[in-house]
């Protein structure tokens, strides 16, 4: 079952912020929201997580509606080398298991 | 540098031919899993390991094997390869003193099996 909603696709223009929306309307008090990307078949790797405060680190900021259905990722100043699938996944925070949907395939344009 | 290794890299091998992809992390990880990633599937887990000496099975584990008798190490095993394994592999690694149980994935094993 898909726990998380993501369009397939966005574009963005280097320099500019990226949005990248999830739908996780079905979410569990004990959920947490990660986000990774897989950049062209290399290893995912992590971006950040949240519970249902904003979160912001060195690469991305994170942020959750107050119901906790939905969340934006937000890379604040997009470069080539963000071309990526972005991957955001719901999960208990003390369970290690990540299940993966098709995330969005986000190109980041000159 | 903290890292997830895997080799080989790349392998072509035939049907029926026993292979070992091997996996090793230097984080003393406790937790170790492995992903295959496939066109329009995404990625999979094949087995998990919560510990040495503890392994389990993931989403889609038939026609693997694991083995994990040293921490550091998680090897995955295809005792008789069919064309239907042929994927990119992925190997991951985790620990709950970590934050936010953040997965490191290595960089992948792209298998081809004719």
């Known amino acids: 079952d898909a726990k998380t909603t993501q369009p397939p696709s966005m574009d963005c223009a280097e320099g500019r912020a990226a949005n990248l929306p999830c739908n996780h309307s079905?979410?569990?008090?004990?959920?947490?929201v990660y986000w990774y990307r897989q950049i062209h078949s290399q290893g995912p790797q992590y971006i950040i997580h949240?519970?249902?405060n904003n979160e912001t680190n060195e690469m991305a900021s994170l942020i959750i509606t107050e119901d906790r259905k939905s969340s934006t990722l937000i890379l604040p100043h997009a470069t080539l080398r963000d071309t990526a699938v972005y991957y955001c996944i719901v999960r208990p925070f003390n369970d290690y298991k990540l299940s993966f949907g098709a995330g969005t395939t986000v190109t980041v344009r000159a | 540098e903290a890292q997830v290794t895997q080799n080989p890299r790349y392998l072509i091998t035939v049907t029926g031919k026993k292979l070992t992809v091997t996996c090793s992390q230097n984080m003393n990880h406790e937790y170790m899993s492995w992903y295959r990633q496939d066109p329009g599937l995404g990625l999979r887990q094949i087995y998990y390991s919560m510990n040495v000496e503890v392994t389990d099975k993931g989403d889609v584990p038939e026609g693997y094997k694991v083995s994990r008798k040293e921490k550091r190490n998680f090897p995955l095993i295809l005792e008789s390869p069919s064309p239907n394994q042929t994927s990119l592999y992925f190997c991951?690694?985790?620990?709950?003193?970590?934050?936010?149980?953040?997965?490191?994935f290595g960089p992948g094993t792209r298998l081809t099996v004719t």
């Open positions: 079905t979410i569990s008090g004990n959920e947490y």
């Open positions: 949240g519970l249902k």
């Open positions: 991951a690694s985790s620990s709950p003193t970590g934050a936010a149980y953040e997965q490191y």
